[in-house]
C-alpha cells in the first residue's frame, strides 16, 4: 500500500477554508453536548475564518429502532465523504447493551480504519481532581490506544451456553501492522513532547500478544534514538497512574487495557466530563472521529446537566487534524478557563446548564484570551498533533 497523506485539510473555496464535517449526535446527552460544541465551533470558524459544511446523520437507538439497521452502508458512505466527524454518544437503555456500542462505534472505528484511540490527561488549572494534592504540572500525558484489534476483534465461541456445562472462548488479534502503527505513533508524539514512550501491557500473562508488542516497541525504538522507553504492566499502571502520573509522557497500549486505564486517566483529570478523544484515521484514507470518552448517561439526558467539556475538548482535537491549529489552541484554552470556574465537573451543582457552558466557552474563543485557560507556556498537545501529522505526510 501506497503512503498516503495523514491530513485531510479543507477544500480553499473561495478564498476561504471549508471543512466537510460529519455530525453524530447520537443518544442520551450526545445530541446536548455536541450542540454545544458545535456552539463553540460557530465561534472559532468567526474568529479563525474558517467555516465548516456540517452534516447531520442520524445514528443511534432512535434510528436502529425505527429502521432496523445500525449502521446502513448510506451512513458509512456518506460518513467517509467528510474531512472530520464530531461524535456524542451512543448507548440508550432502549436497547440491550452492546448492540448499539459495538454496531456503531465499534463497526466506525473499524469501517473508516481509525488506528489510533488519542486520549490525553491532562489536569487544567483549577480543575478540581479527586487525586490530593495533584498538580497540573504534575498531570500530562496522553495515552495511545491501538483502536481496531486486541480482544475487540478476537472473536469467540460459546458451547453448552446457559448450563453449568458452559465453555465460552474469547480470543484477541494483535497483527504486527495494526501494533506497528500505534507505536510508530505513540513515538512520533513523545518527540514533540517530553520524548518518553511507555508501554502498558501484561507481557507476563499473555506472552504471545506481550512479546509482540514488545518487539515492536524495541524495534520503532532504534529509530527514535532521541525517545526513552520503558515498560509497564497494566496493573501496576493502575497503581502509578493516580500516585504519580508525572511519570507518563506517551503511553501506547492494547486496545482493552486503553479502554481501561482511559477512565482511570478520565478521573484523574476532573472526571468522565472532561476527557476528550480522537479515533484517528492516521492514513488519511477515511475521516478521523472525535468523541468525548463519556457516555450517553441517559439518567441525565435532557436535563443540562452534562458537562460539554469534553465535547469541547474533542473539538479541539477535531480542529488541530484539520490543520486548524489555532483555532484548536483557543478551543482547549477556553474550555479550561470555563471549566476552572465552575463550582462542580456535572449535574445540577455546575451552576450552569450545557448550552450555557458552550455559550460561555464559545465567548472565550471569542474573546481570545488564548493560554489564559492552560496555566502559561505549556506547548499544547495541538501543536504536537500537528507536526506529528505533517510527518506523517511526508
Ligand atoms: C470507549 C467505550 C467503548 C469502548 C464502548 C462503548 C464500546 O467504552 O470508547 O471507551 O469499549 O471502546
Ligand atoms: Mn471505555
Known amino acids: 500500500m501506497s503512503e498516503a497523506v495523514a491530513v485531510r485539510p479543507g477544500a480553499q473555496a473561495g478564498g476561504g477554508r471549508t471543512h466537510r464535517l460529519g455530525v453524530i449526535g447520537g443518544d442520551g446527552i450526545g445530541p446536548e453536548v455536541t450542540r454545544a460544541a458545535l456552539t463553540v465551533l460557530d465561534a472559532a470558524e468567526s474568529r479563525f475564518g474558517f467555516t465548516t459544511e456540517r452534516t447531520d446523520v442520524p445514528l443511534g437507538a432512535d434510528n436502529y429502532l425505527e429502521t432496523g439497521e445500525l449502521l446502513s452502508d448510506d451512513a458509512v458512505g456518506l460518513l467517509r465523504e467528510q474531512d472530520a466527524i464530531l461524535f456524542g454518544a451512543i448507548g440508550s437503555p432502549k436497547v440491550t447493551p452492546g ?5 456503531i462505534i465499534l463497526a466506525l472505528r473499524g469501517a473508516l480504519r481509525q488506528a489510533i484511540n488519542l486520549r490525553p490527561v491532562r489536569l487544567y488549572p483549577g480543575v478540581p481532581t479527586p487525586i490530593a494534592g495533584l498538580t497540573p504540572e504534575r498531570c500530562d500525558m496522553v495515552i495511545v490506544r491501538e483502536n481496531t484489534e486486541g480482544s475487540y476483534v478476537g472473536g469467540g465461541n460459546t458451547v453448552h451456553r446457559g448450563t453449568h456445562a ?8 494483535n497483527t504486527w501492522y495494526a501494533v506497528h502503527r500505534a507505536v510508530d505513533f505513540a ?18 500473562v499473555l506472552v504471545e500478544a506481550g512479546a509482540l508488542w514488545t518487539d515492536v516497541v524495541d524495534e520503532v525504538a532504534a529509530r527514535f534514538p532521541g525517545v526513552e522507553h520503558d515498560y509497564v504492566h497494566v496493573d501496576a499502571m493502575c497503581m502509578h497512574l493516580p500516585v504519580a502520573p508525572e511519570r507518563f509522557d506517551v503511553v501506547v497500549t492494547d486496545n482493552l487495557f486503553g479502554d481501561i486505564i482511559t477512565d ?11 476527557a476528550a478523544s480522537g479515533n484517528l484515521n492516521i492514513e488519511g484514507s ?12 441517559p439518567d441525565i439526558a435532557g436535563r443540562g446537566w452534562a458537562n460539554p467539556a469534553g465535547a469541547a475538548l474533542s ?19 477556553a474550555t479550561a478557563a470555563v471549566l476552572a470556574d ?18 460561555r466557552i464559545a465567548a472565550g474563543v471569542a474573546q481570545g484570551a488564548d493560554g489564559a485557560g492552560l496555566g502559561g507556556a ?9 507536526a506529528v501529522q505533517a510527518g506523517l505526510a511526508s
Open 99 to 103: 448492540i448499539l456500542e459495538r454496531g
Open 166 to 173: 458452559a465453555v465460552a472462548t474469547q480470543g484477541s488479534v
Open 187 to 204: 513515538f512520533r508524539l513523545a518527540e514533540q513532547r517530553r520524548g518518553r514512550v511507555t508501554l502498558c501491557h501484561k507481557t507476563n
Open 264 to 274: 482511570l486517566g478520565a478521573v484523574l483529570q476532573g472526571g468522565l466530563g472532561v
Open 286 to 297: 477515511a475521516p478521523s472521529m472525535f468523541e468525548p470518552v463519556h457516555g450517553s448517561a
Open 315 to 333: 473539538l479541539a482535537l477535531c480542529l488541530a487534524s484539520l490543520g486548524e491549529g489555532e483555532a484548536a489552541a483557543a478551543v482547549e484554552s
Open 342 to 359: 465552575l463550582p462542580a465537573l456535572s449535574g445540577a451543582q455546575m451552576g450552569a446548564s450545557t448550552a450555557g457552558l458552550g455559550e
Open 378 to 386: 505549556s506547548t499544547s498537545l495541538m501543536t504536537q498533533l500537528a
